[in-house]
């Protein structure tokens, strides 16, 4: 095996490192999510990445947004 030059670069100039994890807070009851900030704290998270499997949630009609579970979890972050 042969070492090429990079395809790309990646920006070396970051302020920080981010872990996290996908998070779907739409899959677990109100105790559940109401603690979970406290416990991605803990584990050293930074970020999570949510919301991409539920436009069903947030637009549960044609026009008709709702975005309240989303707005909860994140205040609570």
Known sequence: MTNRPLS???PTNLDRFYYGSPY???HWDEATRAADPERMAAAGWNMVRMAEFAWDLM???PGQY???LFDQTIQRM
Request: hydrophobic share 15%.
């Open 8 to 10: 790309h670069k990646r």
């Open 24 to 26: 779907y807070p739409e």
């Open 59 to 61: 637009e549960p009609f």
């Open 66 to 68: 709702s975005f309240g």
